[in-house]
């Protein structure tokens, strides 16, 4: 059992998110409907027993789903980071927990991210039931303590209600068996997030002294699941993919979320010894506990755990118990998060008090200890902490031989991860991926891009103008590449009056705000004398013609139905930037040569000025 206290990492935040209006025990048929005439008579027991009186369903009456598990989790997340005023591109972790997300794969944490459309981050999904959130806690804790992150958001969701709708059973007759029907008003939807960093931060902040999660798997069978046959508690593990269709395992209750109540004691009893074990050793003074915030997934269970606590001499007064049961449901892994939220938001805590926090989780039987301590309001918010991730070029800086370009190709890599993670989560390029493109997103794309690709070659002949020795060798190859793109803008041109533009010349659109920037700065760079910094100008569009534009490409033709022919400009770009990167690269092996380290250091900055302006630039076309 490994003791070892944490030393920095803090809960500074936390968030809560709750789908739709709060549904009390009279109206839950509206949304979870009877299955069979035993239904109302099983409802009526289970509520007397677990106490909870209002619960919050992301499905509808109607049957739909109205928000989904990550779109909930980064509900909850905005509100956590809103709380602490902390941006999301301070974040570079992210660690999710739930029982079921919206899809198999990829992983929920994955998800969330893009829900939130977040910036490159580390992320880790972690997958069970109610202790899920504290696994992934655990992990955000030791990449906090190990200085592998700075700020982490842990977040948690859950909605089993899609599970609870009564046309899921109808395959079986809406005969159900008691473990797959009890749970229908057991459990309900949230999701939590906490915001965890290696300093204080706020007025309240929460600091981590030590956490204990063990799993008793190898012990007892299945006790709770979704995706076994109904019979795996008896020793069997069928699962629904086994089955010859996913239709035969929907009928035989493989996707029925199901639990066996005769276990249960059993989670209980092993939660309690563990609790004994972690007080004998010194992790717990029960007389320190300020706060007792118990998980339980009915109200019957609190006087189980009181029970066993005063067995083992290790009680917890009654006052200091606190639980969010009653009024928001057993809400599985988000439950401790929304718990702590609500605990908050309710009490004033001082610092020096302690918060205890127990959970037990009945899949195959796992419990999660935390020992919170309140800290002092910390003066200075942490200071931001961003590392570079190592990433692949448009161009390998392995693949040529010259030091001083293997260096520069790295420089700029770096500039270019930074810009296509930004491009891509600009408000155009988000309508692409996420579907929502109309017609019009397009046409005003191009009426900004059009003037733009114009001037391309216009900036580059002037650009080779005034290259001087010791760079006169590169007029030759910028000429080249300048007569290449000189008529570009007529192709895009012509698509944009074949897909509908009603603008009759080129010379009465305008470019936006952003558009209109770039396009000055880079007239500008090329009266200079000795413009090789455009290189890096060149590496920016380029790039983005050759590996963002294709990746494009399909969803706008799947979304607009457009025909090939309105493309043909997006599909020349894909094609034929290669080439022109190509011969871009011979032309800075050229301009390195004659300048050396002053001319990779004006191409790096010239690119990060590019990727600025032309993120503005499509930044601003919606």
């Keep these: 059992m490994n003791l070892t206290p944490f030393t920095n990492v803090y809960i500074n935040a936390t968030g809560a998110f709750y789908p739709g209006e709060p549904v009390d025990n009279a109206r839950i048929d509206e949304y979870i409907a009877p299955l069979n005439p035993g239904s109302s008579r099983l409802k009526r027991r289970i509520l007397a027993e677990n106490g909870i009186q209002q619960r919050y369903y992301s499905v509808g009456p ?11 989790a980064a509900c909850a997340i905005r509100t956590c980071l ?56 655990q992990h955000a804790a030791m990449a906090l303590e190990g200085g592998r992150a700075q700020h982490a958001v842990v977040a948690t969701s859950e909605m089993p209600s899609r599970l609870f709708k009564r046309s899921r059973f109808a395959s079986r007759g809406y005969d159900v068996d008691f473990d797959a029907h009890f749970l229908r008003w057991m459990l309900s939807d949230a999701a939590g997030a906490w915001l965890v960093e290696a300093a204080p931060r706020g007025d309240r902040p929460l600091k981590l002294i030590n956490m204990h999660l063990r799993s008793f798997s190898g012990d007892y069978p299945v006790c709770m699941q979704v995706g076994l046959s109904a019979n795996t508690a008896a020793g069997a593990t069928e699962s629904y993919l086994d089955y010859e269709s996913f239709a035969d395992a929907e009928k035989a209750g493989a996707y029925s979320l199901r639990q066996n109540i005769r276990l249960l004691p059993n989670l209980f009893d ?29 109200q019957r269970f609190a006087g189980v755990v009181r029970e066993l606590l005063d067995k083992a001499g290790l009680s917890i007064p009654d006052e200091r118990w606190y639980n969010n049961l009653q009024t ?35 899949g195959r039987f796992t419990v999660g200890y935390l020992l919170l301590e309140v800290a002092p309001p910390a003066s200075n918010a942490p200071t931001a902490h961003t590392a570079a991730d190592a990433v692949p070029p448009p161009h390998d800086p392995h693949s040529v031989s010259s030091p001083a370009m293997r260096a520069l190709l790295r420089d700029l890599a770096e500039v270019w991860h930074d810009y296509r993670s930004r491009a891509w989560r600009t408000p ?99 009266d200079a004398a000795n413009p090789v910094g455009l290189l890096g100008a060149v590496y920016i569009i380029e790039g983005t013609g050759q590996r963002i534009v294709p990746a494009l490409l399909p969803e706008i033709r799947r979304q607009l139905a457009l025909p090939i022919e309105t493309t043909k400009f997006l599909q020349y770009h894909g094609e034929n930037d290669v080439n022109h990167l190509a011969r871009w690269l011979r032309c800075v092996e050229m301009a390195l040569d004659a300048g050396g380290e002053a001319v990779a250091a004006d191409i790096v900055a010239t690119a990060r000025t590019t990727a600025q302006l032309y993120l503005m630039q499509l930044e601003s076309v919606l």
Excluded at 62 to 72: C, E, K, N, V, Y
Excluded at 334 to 347: G, K, N, P, Q, T
């Design 62 to 72: 109607d049957g739909r789903t109205r928000f989904s598990a990550a779109h909930m």
């Design 428 to 526: 155009l390029v988000s309508r692409i991926t996420r579907g929502g493109l109309e017609r019009g997103h397009m046409l005003r794309w191009m009426e900004d891009w059009i003037p733009q690709v114009q001037q391309g070659s216009l900036w580059m002949r002037k650009a080779a103008a005034h290259l001087g020795e010791p760079y006169a060798n590169l007029r030759e190859l910028i000429l080249l590449h300048a007569a290449d793109e000189q008529f570009d803008f007529r192709i895009l041109f012509d698509d944009y009056r074949r897909l509908g533009g009603t603008a009759q010349t080129i010379e009465s659109l305008r470019r936006n705000a952003g558009g209109e920037a770039l396009n000055a700065w880079l007239h500008a760079r090329a």
């Design 270 to 298: 092993v939660a309690i010894h563990e609790y004994v074990r972690l007080a004998q050793a010194g992790w717990i003074d029960t007389a320190r506990i300020d706060y007792f915030l118990c998980h339980y997934s009915s």
């Design 82 to 137: 809103g709380e602490a005023g902390v941006p999301l591109g301070e974040i570079d972790l992210l660690c999710t927990g739930t029982s079921g997300g919206d899809a198999t794969l990829p992983g929920f944490s994955n998800m969330v991210q893009g829900e939130l459309g977040a910036p490159p981050m580390m992320t880790s999904s972690h997958s069970g039931v109610c202790a899920a959130g504290v696994a992934a806690l």
């Design 328 to 362: 928001r449901g057993n809400t599985g892994a988000a439950s401790i998060f929304v718990m702590l939220d609500d605990f908050l938001r309710e009490h004033e805590v001082k610092p020096g008090e302690r918060i205890f926090c127990f959970v037990p989780e009945s």
